[in-house]
């Protein structure tokens, strides 16, 4: 067998009648927060540019994949080959200028026919968006939201007059390097922590407060300032 074969049946042992407790306790709800865990471990052998101990982590998310997988196999829902096949499929579907006779030269076209076939896919499934802004997950930490937010603002070329403050994002852009925005982002949360303002909190309402007033822009929002 390989090595991935004898990972999903250490899985079916775990998790049969007499097989290990805990493991057979456990949940999609519960293992979630363990995988949280995982991929944060993961991410920080990244930051360190740790390869060895990043071996070892992405194989405590790879666990996480495979217990998922068999969760839903036990209920006869999908098991691990399927996921591993769909997956792979749509890296097919979504690279036809490596698979396909379509073509892209740069990374910019290759997002651009990656975004073009997704919503291809999403039509043909009959999956619209009714809202001008993508669902995003609520878990996701608000800088990424509020990343993910501009950037769908930026693509569409949305009117954001009396909304964002343009000439602000424009004059601070050339400022930027890595380095400053780091102690930009850092001082602006020592100095929310002095004042006993949530950062987090603040970045969500604020990002919200932007879909909506674009969402509905007879009722517009005042910037906050």
């Known amino acids: 067998m390989s090595a991935i074969e004898d990972l999903c049946q250490t899985m079916v042992r775990l998790r049969a009648p007499d097989g290990c407790p805990w493991d057979r306790e456990q949940t999609h709800q ?3 927060r363990c995988l949280i865990d995982e991929v944060s471990e993961l991410l920080e052998t990244i930051d360190r540019h740790d390869l060895s101990h990043m071996r070892e982590e992405l194989g405590d998310v ?3 994949v495979v217990f998922h997988a068999q969760l839903a196999a036990e209920r006869g829902d999908f098991n691990f080959e399927d996921v591993a096949r769909d997956i792979n499929a749509k890296l097919v579907r979504r690279h036809p200028h490596v698979f396909g006779s379509g073509q892209a030269d740069n990374s910019a076209q290759v997002i651009e026919v990656w975004e073009k076939v997704k919503a291809q896919e999403k039509a043909a499934a009959g999956k619209t ?3 001008l802004f993508k669902h995003l997950p609520p878990q996701l930490p608000a800088l990424m939201f509020a990343e993910n ?5 930026d693509k569409a070329k949305l009117p954001t007059a009396g ?6 994002i424009a004059a601070l852009g050339p400022q930027l390097d890595q380095a400053t925005l780091g102690r930009m982002l850092f001082e602006l949360t020592a100095a929310a922590r002095v004042t006993g303002l949530d950062p987090e909190g603040a970045l969500r309402q604020e990002t919200t407060r932007i ?9 517009p929002q005042p910037i906050n300032r």
């Open 211 to 219: 879909m909506q007033a674009l969402e509905h822009p007879a009722t």
């Open 163 to 168: 909304v964002i403050d343009a000439d602000q």
């Open 129 to 131: 968006q009714s809202t």
């Open 30 to 32: 519960t293992l979630a």
């Open 149 to 153: 937010v501009w950037k769908q603002i």
């Open 62 to 64: 790879l666990v996480q």
